[in-house]
C-alpha cells in the first residue's frame, strides 16, 4: 500500500498549471516561471494528497468512490445527449480532453473529499454542543437573517454563428410573448439553445439567494415581481431572458435553527480542522523524499516525528526501526 508520487506526475501536475496560468494571460515564460518558483509547494501538496488516498484505501471506500465516479461521468454524459460512456470518451479527446485523465482527477478529488467528510467533516459538525450552538449564534446574529431569494427560469439564445442583431431582435419578441401570456417552459421548449441538466424542464434554472446572484442578472431581475419576465439580458455567449417564478422577502430577525448553526460552525472551523487532520497523517507516515527535494520540502512537511528518510546518492534508502506507519516514497522517476 506504499504511495508514490513520481516525476512523470508531478510534470504533469506542473504542465496543467502552467496551461492554467497562460489561459489568465501569462506568457509561457511567466507561466512556466511562477509554477517553477512553487514547485516545493506543489510537491507538499501532492504528498498530502497521496496521504489521503492512501487513508480512503484503507477505510475502504475504493469501491464507493469509483461507483460515484462512473454516476459523474454518465451525469456529464447525459447532459451532452450522450448515449454511451465509449461516445463520452471519443467526445472528451475530440475536445482535446484524456478520459482516463478526467476519471482519474474525478477520483482523486472525491476520494478526498470522502476522508474529509468521514474522518474531520462529520465529526466536526455533531461534536459541537448545545451551548456551543446557543453561544455561536448569540455571536453571530447577522448570518441567520433570513436573506432574500428568487426562484428563476430561463430562456437562453446563443451568439454563435448568428448576427447579434437577429437574435436580440428574438430575443426581445420571445419575452413579449411570455409578457402577454404565453407559457414561459413551453418557449424555452421551443427556442432555448442551454440544455437542461439533471432531468430539470429546459426552462428552469433554480434557487438563488438575491445576494449570491451575478451582479447584472441580479439587476435585471431587481424590480421584476413573481410571475413577471426580465429584459432581456446580453452575455458574451448570447442572451437571456429570465421569468422569477417565486420571490421570497427577507427578514431581518434572525432564526435558530440547529443545522444551520452546525453548518456556520463547521464551515468557519473546516479549514483548519483540515489541515490538523493532514498534519496528523504527515506525522503518523514515513515519508521518503528525493535528496533533489528534501531541502525545500522537509520544512513544509512539519513532521513531528524524525523519520524523514532522505534517498542517497546511490539510490539506497534506510527505513527507520522500530516505528509504524504508512511509507510514502517521493522518487525522481521518469
Known sequence: NDGVVTLSQLKREMKERVDTLKQNGMTEQQAKAEVQAHKADLIFILISEQLLLQKGKELDFTEKVEAEVNKRMLETAKENNIMTMDKLCEAMTQAGLSCEEVRRTLRTEIMKQAVFENEVDSKLF????????????????????????VELSEIFLSLAGKSEADVKAHAAQLADQARKGGD??????????????????????????????????????????AGGVSDPLKSDEGYQILRVDVRTAGSNTPTFNEN????????????????????TLRDDAFIKVSKDYSESVQPLLKVKQNFLVERTGDGSTSKPEKKKGKILGIFPKP
Open 126 to 149: 455533531y461534536g459541537f454542543s448545545s451551548d456551543d450552538l446557543h453561544k455561536y449564534f448569540d455571536a453571530h446574529k447577522e448570518k441567520f437573517l433570513k436573506p432574500e431569494s
Open 184 to 225: 414561459f417552459c413551453t418557449l424555452a421548449a421551443a427556442y432555448t439553445e442551454r440544455p437542461a441538466t439533471n432531468g430539470k424542464k429546459p426552462c428552469k434554472v433554480g434557487l438563488f439567494q438575491v445576494s449570491d446572484l451575478r451582479a447584472d442578472i441580479a439587476a435585471a431581475v431587481k424590480n421584476v415581481k
Open 260 to 279: 444551520s448553526v452546525r453548518l456556520a460552525m463547521a464551515a468557519e472551523r473546516s479549514p483548519k480542522a483540515h489541515e490538523e487532520y493532514l498534519q
